[in-house]
């Protein structure tokens, strides 16, 4: 039996391998510093990065590939801890929107020096990743498209 990966098979192991990588170094980096896990620092991020840093679950659950019902239980330590709130919509009382409090934006700020701290760490010891960052970007985002 041949078990010689095929090259789209390598590029796939490849990039899993890495991510593994990646995602380990970021969990400790933000556990140990921040206190929060890498998924709910996206969750923050994705927050942060909407119209008024506020956002209805079924938009954050496209956003981090979470349900709805996945994102209402990721969120639920994060308003206990006090750094997102949930607010009633402008026009319809029934949408609970997602926010950010000020502690929120502060945490989604330091966890981002972190991210990019650890990011940094990662590309400098690869220097074919450095060289060829916008490229291997540009395929990365065609292949989450």
Same mark, same amino acid.
């Given at each position: 039996?041949?078990?010689? #990966?095929? #090259?789209?098979?390598? /590029?796939?192991? @490849?990039?899993?391998?890495?991510?593994? !990588? /990646? /995602?380990?170094?970021?969990?400790?980096?933000?556990?140990?510093?921040?206190?929060?896990?890498?998924? $709910?620092?996206?969750?923050?991020?994705?927050?942060?990065?909407?119209?008024?840093?506020? @956002?209805?679950?079924?938009?954050? %659950?496209? !956003?981090?590939?979470?349900? #709805?019902?996945? =994102?209402? *239980? %990721?969120?639920? #330590?994060?308003?206990?801890?006090?750094? =997102? $709130?949930?607010? !009633?919509?402008? *026009? +319809?009382?029934?949408?609970?929107?997602?926010? &950010?409090?000020? @502690?929120?934006?502060? &945490?989604? *700020? +330091?966890?981002?020096?972190?991210? +990019?701290? =650890?990011?940094?760490?990662?590309?400098?010891?690869?220097?074919?990743?450095?060289?060829? !960052?916008?490229?291997?970007?540009?395929?990365? @985002?065609? /292949?989450?498209?």
């Amino acid at each position: 039996m041949d078990f010689e #990966p095929s #090259p789209d098979q390598e /590029l796939v192991l @490849a990039i899993a391998n890495s991510w593994d !990588r /990646l /995602l380990s170094q970021l969990e400790s980096g933000l556990s140990h510093i921040k206190g929060i896990t890498f998924a $709910e620092y996206r969750l923050l991020r994705a927050i942060a990065e909407s119209p008024q840093q506020r @956002a209805s679950r079924v938009d954050l %659950a496209d !956003r981090v590939r979470l349900s #709805p019902s996945g =994102v209402t *239980r %990721a969120l639920q #330590p994060l308003e206990k801890l006090g750094f =997102v $709130e949930t607010q !009633r919509g402008e *026009r +319809d009382a029934r949408l609970a929107l997602a926010a &950010l409090t000020d @502690a929120g934006e502060e &945490l989604v *700020r +330091d966890a981002s020096a972190v991210v +990019d701290d =650890v990011a940094t760490a990662i590309v400098d010891q690869a220097p074919t990743a450095s060289a060829s !960052r916008e490229h291997l970007v540009s395929l990365l @985002a065609d /292949l989450a498209a």
